[in-house]
Structure formats: C-alpha cells, structure tokens
C-alpha cells in the first residue's frame, strides 16, 4: 500500500494502531471491524550480526533524518542503527529528543569525528564529550573517524590514544572509519577502496560506514570481503542512486534558458549532459523503468541480498519513506528486479557519478573537487539539507564548478563510465551557487 507524499505521524501511526489492531482480532479469530485494515504493520523483519562488535543489528536502519518524529517512528518499528555526526548542524541534540525514553542497550547509535587542524588527544577526548552531552546518553557505540583523506590519517596517533581512554572510561564501545570519497581540495588524495583497505588491516577500527550500491560496486567488493574476512561490521550509505535522473529535466531547461550567450564549451558540455539524459529517457520508456518506486526498492534488495552487507542506511526524510523501506526488511532481489537494475545500469547508469570514484578528478588542469561537488549536490536535492549544501559549497577552497565553463574537459575523458561530467558539474554550480 503507498501511502501519500503528505502522511505525516498522526496518520503513521493511526495506520499502525489500526494495523495491530486489525491483526490481533484475526489472530484471536474475529473479524476485524469496519474500517480498521487487517494488514499487520511494516517493521523490521531481520537482524544481523555487526561484525565483531556482536550488537543484532536491524538490515534496515537511519541515516541523516532531521525529523525526530521520523526516527521514533523507525526505533518503534525495530530499526536499531542511528547514525549521526559532529558536522551535521543539530543533529546530535534532534537524535536525543527522538530517543528519549528508549531502552538504551536496545540501540546503536554512532557518530563521526573529522580529522582537523587539532590532532590532539585531548582535542578528540573533548569532542566526544561534547557529542555525549548532545546526545544526552552515557556512551556511543561506535565513535568513527570521519572521510580521512588518506590511508595516513588512519593513524592519527592523537585519534587512537583518544579512543583508548575513552573505551577505557566506557564511553566508546568500538570505533569505526566512514568513507564514501575524498575531499580533494588540495591535490587528489586516495580511493575509498584503498583507504578502507588500509583500515581494515589496521585493525583497529570495527565497524565500516561505506558507499555501496548497484552502480557502484567494483572497487567496494574488495572492501566487503575484507571486512568479511576480518570480522568488521558493514554500514552502507548511498544505496539507490536514482534520484539524480529525476531530478535533471527541469534543471536542463532552466540552464538552457538562462544561459543564451555563454561559452561555446559551456553550451557543448550542456549538450553532452542533455544528450546523454535524452538517451536515458528513451530507454526509460522502452523499458518500462518509469516507476522510480520499483528500481529505487530493487536499489536497496540488491544491498540486503549481499552476504557481507550488515545494515543499509536509507534516505528516509518522511513517514511515507519510512513505510517504504521497512516493507524491504528481511527481502531479497528477485530475478525480474535484477533484470531490471541491469537495464537502468545500461540506460541510465551514464547519469550517475559514482560517490567515492574520483578516477577523473586527477584529469582536471583546475584541480576541481567533482567527487564532493556531486556529494554537495547530493546534500542538497537528495537529502533535503540545502542550507548546509550551499554553505559547504561556497566554502570550497580553489577551483568550483563555474571553472568548467573554460574548459576543453579533460574530465570526461577520464570517466569510465562516459559520464558528462563538465555538464553535471555545471548545472550543480547552478543549484548550489543559487546562480
């Protein structure tokens, strides 16, 4: 049953009670009254093992959701897996709010540090005990060291002594390393894969935060085999990358219309972005993939039928993404949907700029930072954080996206995938400059 855009927490769970409701008086062998739906629920209908940490977690959990309403409704239902950051603007304290009252041992809540300026321990020390008091809780399951550069980073030494008086006092459980692309604001830097390789050899980081996705997953199956190997629990972010196809056409026009007398390198890289979404389109139609619903549910089946796969992150901003995917709790990828994700990899999979690729940024004469001007993108149309997404953006050092109007783009040449890249950075540019 799809529910409407606008389902917010009194309908959530007036459907809820009277789902449990309904299904109590079949289950006693009544009949349930009219009106009142006899279909149970959705909830979480498997947990796993995260790793060497031991904690049952739901396949299904919580990214980014600054709706607390949201996230109780996603606790009450089972998911068990919160994750959070000390960059995400209020959102230690919303997380606290949600959780208030919840059986404490019953969650796992995480959170990220990024490696600053201070590699101190004392520096580390006082950040987690900042984050602890927003999230008014005794302790954080996993602390993990948020999107190091390089594999060098993983051995901050101030990081590590940190961490280790902190488990110490019982106010870290595990610690944990997410990636899902380098910054490369300066000179490029490393891969997601050999990053998260290095840790995994490192040994002493239990839990792994990642990009992964049927798109993009070459260099991440060797990661998930480490970690298989070596007992890491697996969290996965960006899992359905399907939103950017929907999210062109309207953006397309607009540049077209506002953007008459520019740069003939500027117009020629537009209309290899627009070539490019009009081959997609067609392929759409001819293949019945118009229902972004089905492909972005088959999206998430893909990652829960992985065997080292432990806990799929997902994009749930509203109640009717929450019923969504919590009805893919415990599912597998059928053979019809698998037949379906190789045709929108084939169709459209030129649309998608891998999170955590990079391959073509060490192509670019004006060091242009494409893996995390997508990801700001990202922010901004996929998770609903626009005001952050433009401040992060303006705040990019060197070269943006509006360097690629001069440009014979190198770029392009350099994707594997055959992306338009000088066309996809320039119409970010136009979302997230408000150009």
């Known amino acids: 049953m799809t529910l409407p855009a606008s389902l917010g927490r009194r309908q959530f769970f007036k459907k809820t009670v009277f789902g449990m409701l309904g299904a109590g008086l079949a289950g006693r062998g009544g009949t349930a009254a009219a009106g009142v739906q006899a279909e149970s629920p959705p909830r979480i209908r498997e947990y796993r093992t995260l790793g060497r940490t031991g904690f049952e977690v739901s396949d299904i959990s919580c990214g980014f959701i600054m709706d607390d309403g949201v996230i109780r409704a996603a606790c009450d239902a089972g998911m068990n897996y919160f994750d959070s950051a000390e ?24 959170t990220k540090l990024l490696v600053e300026e201070d590699k101190s321990k004392e520096g580390f020390v006082r950040r987690t005990l900042k984050a602890l008091e927003e999230l008014q809780t005794e302790y954080i399951d996993c602390l993990m060291m948020h999107c190091p550069e390089k594999a060098e980073t993983l051995k901050t030494e101030g990081f590590h002594a940190a961490m280790t008086e902190l488990k110490a006092d019982g106010r870290v459980r595990y610690v944990g390393v997410s990636q899902h692309g380098t910054f490369w604001f300066r000179d490029p830097e490393e891969t997601m894969e050999k990053i998260l390789l ?28 480490a970690c298989a190997e070596k007992r890491i629990g697996v969290a996965l972010m960006k899992t359905a990358p399907i939103g950017i196809y929907n999210n062109l056409k309207s953006r397309i026009e607009r540049l077209e219309k506002e953007n008459k007398a520019v740069d003939p390198l500027y117009v020629d890289g537009l209309r290899r972005y627009k070539e490019k979404f009009n081959a997609a389109q067609e392929f759409i139609k001819a293949h019945n993939l118009r229902n972004p619903g089905e492909i972005r549910d088959a999206a998430i089946r893909f990652v829960l039928s992985h065997p080292n796969v432990h806990t799929a992150c997902c994009q749930t901003q509203t109640y009717t993404d929450l019923e969504a995917h919590l009805r893919l709790s415990g599912t597998r990828l059928s053979p019809a949907e698998v037949e379906k994700l190789d045709a929108y990899r084939q169709g459209c999979g030129g649309l998608y700029c891998r ?16 893996n995390t001007i997508m990801r700001y993108e990202h922010y901004f149309l996929g998770q609903r954080r626009e005001k952050e997404a433009l401040g992060l953006y303006a705040k990019i050092p060197g070269a943006r996206a509006d360097a690629c109007r001069n440009c014979p783009a190198p770029c392009e040449s350099g994707c594997p995938h055959g992306l338009p890249v000088q066309g996809m950075l320039i119409a970010a540019h136009d979302v997230l400059s408000l150009s």
């Open 355 to 370: 999170h955590a690729c990079g391959l073509c940024e060490t192509r670019c004469p004006h060091g242009v930072p494409v």
């Open 198 to 225: 290095a840790a995994a050899d490192d040994g002493r980081f239990d839990v792994f935060l990642m990009a992964y996705n049927f798109l993009r997953r070459d260099n991440s199956e060797k990661v998930l085999e």
């Open 87 to 110: 960059e995400y603007p209020g959102h230690h304290r919303l997380l606290a709010r949600a959780l208030k009252g919840v059986d404490r041992k019953s969650v796992f809540i995480t």
